[in-house]
């Protein structure tokens, strides 16, 4: 047989009909670059919306999209269904996310350490 669009093809995550058959759409894939963490997140939380109901271990998918710490987790954990899908972000939030506290923290700081800028007048200053 030949390989072509109609013909199914396998891959990570859901399935979509293409006239009788299927094609696969991939999870995103995440190289371990916190910079990119956040629009990551965001991209996965979209494929599961649209994937979910055809994807029966979104857990095992999204590691598989994965390279380094999320490899890790074990594999039977993953395989809870949906449950393994919040193992996996949990354990990529606490090492790539930002942390509440960390935020809180840094949002109290910035608060406190309001400064009179060089040639600002009081009256500036007081009104920002």
Do not use: H
């Not at 891959?11 to 916190?34: A, D, H, I, L, W």
């Not at 594999?75 to 506290?101: P, S």
């Amino acid at each position: 047989m030949g390989n072509s669009d109609d013909e199914n093809q396998s891959g990570q995550g859901g399935t979509s009909v293409v006239g009788e058959r299927t094609k696969s759409e991939r999870c995103p894939k995440f190289g371990g670059n916190q910079g990119e963490y956040f629009e990551w997140r965001i991209k996965v939380m979209d494929w599961l919306y649209k994937w979910e109901k055809n994807d029966k271990f979104p857990g095992l998918t999204v590691r598989m999209a994965l390279s380094g710490e999320a490899l890790r987790i074990d594999r039977n954990e993953l395989a809870k269904g949906k449950n393994g899908l919040d193992l996996v972000m949990k354990v990529l939030d606490q090492k790539y996310g930002i942390e509440k506290k960390r935020d809180k923290l840094r949002n109290l700081d910035s608060l406190f350490s309001i400064e009179r800028k060089e040639n600002e007048t009081i009256k500036d200053f007081i009104s920002r």
